[in-house]
């Protein structure tokens, strides 16, 4: 296990999935977490747990939607009062949308877009010169889906590639401050994600990936680690993963083009289970 020591780390979305992982796998690792996602309920459960299994932790919990600019403005408000010390912020809480655009509610959309892309700028933004002064680093959960443009996943897979672009150049600004971010890039992963993106009244349909293309959360969470130590752009957990990740970002537009075009749609399936 790599060893990664922060005074605090700041974990969004961690009521579920990668970001519960997060946290469980941090706090043998920071002096003070705070937790972030909408289920408060869900967070004071993790807490007892992190707090029973690690003497002398502190943990804070901050119930916020993160589709809310006044609420991701109380929280980045709190987190100018933490202590002085080095700061980890894992920009982890994300959301998709399976289905047609056209089909799509706005305000999924716009919900999908704030979580995504807004929170995550601004929570960097607000923490970035933090981390230069007193040590830190980021970590921002992409997905293979950002080096893909995705139909019946537009708008999830466009979030994506922001995260990633985002987080390189990023990177770049930060190198001489040595303050670390990777952007990861996960496949397939069985967390609550998959039923978030489901809509209402529709299955999943086909889904193109294979069972053995699936890789399990703690390879994702100590990849992640692995790759923020090392001071690394992306992470791609998985030789499949890199794989598929290469062929994509090798192979001309065109061909890009074709591939995605005759790929099997989760909304052919949908429609064909409606039927
Ligand atoms: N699972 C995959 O296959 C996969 C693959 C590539 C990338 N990813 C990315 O991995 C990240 C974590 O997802 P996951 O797979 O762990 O899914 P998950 O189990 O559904 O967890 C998503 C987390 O995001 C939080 N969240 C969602 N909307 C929010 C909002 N409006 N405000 C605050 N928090 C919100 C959720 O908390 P609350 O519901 O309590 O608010 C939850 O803790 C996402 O960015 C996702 O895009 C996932």
């Known amino acids: 296990m790599p060893r990664v020591m922060y005074q605090h780390a700041i974990i969004t979305g961690a009521s579920s999935g990668f970001g519960m992982a997060f946290a469980r796998r941090l706090a043998g690792a920071c002096a003070h977490l705070v937790l972030v996602a909408r289920r408060g309920a869900v967070l004071e459960d993790l807490r007892r747990e992190l707090l029973a299994a690690h003497p002398g932790l502190e943990v804070s919990v901050h119930v916020c939607d993160l589709a809310d600019g006044g609420q991701r403005a109380a929280l980045v408000e709190s987190l100018q009062e933490l202590s002085v010390g080095s700061l980890l912020l894992v920009?982890?809480?994300?959301?998709?949308?399976?289905?047609?655009?056209a089909e799509s509610a706005p305000e999924r959309n716009h919900q999908m877009l704030?979580?995504?892309?807004?929170?995550?700028a601004e929570l960097a933004r607000a923490l970035v010169p933090r981390m230069v002064a007193q040590g830190g680093g980021m970590i921002n959960i992409a997905s293979l889906a950002a080096d893909l443009f995705i139909p019946d996943f537009?708008?999830?897979?466009?979030?994506k590639a922001f995260v990633a672009s985002f987080s390189e150049a990023l990177r770049l600004e930060l190198r001489s401050a040595g303050v670390p971010v990777v952007a990861v890039c996960p496949?397939?992963?069985?967390?609550?994600?998959?039923?978030?993106?489901?809509?209402?009244?529709?299955?999943?349909?086909?889904?193109?990936?294979?069972?053995?293309?699936?890789?399990?959360?703690?390879?994702?969470?100590?990849?992640?680690?692995?790759?923020?130590?090392?001071?690394?752009?992306?992470?791609?957990?998985?030789?499949?993963?890199?794989?598929?990740?290469?062929?994509?970002r090798n192979v001309p537009l065109l061909v890009l083009r074709w591939i995605m075009g005759r790929r099997p749609r989760r909304v052919s399936a949908i429609q064909e289970v409606e039927q």
Do not use: M
């Open 91 to 101: 920009n982890n809480a994300g959301l998709g949308d399976y289905g047609e655009y």
């Open 114 to 120: 704030q979580v995504n892309v807004v929170a995550v």
């Open 154 to 159: 537009a708008v999830y897979a466009a979030s």
């Open 187 to 248: 496949g397939p992963v069985h967390t609550g994600f998959g039923d978030v993106a489901r809509r209402k009244g529709r299955t999943n349909g086909y889904s193109p990936f294979k069972k053995w293309f699936y890789t399990p959360v703690s390879t994702v969470v100590e990849g992640a680690l692995r790759a923020l130590q090392r001071h690394c752009p992306r992470y791609y957990p998985s030789l499949r993963i890199r794989a598929a990740a290469f062929i994509v």
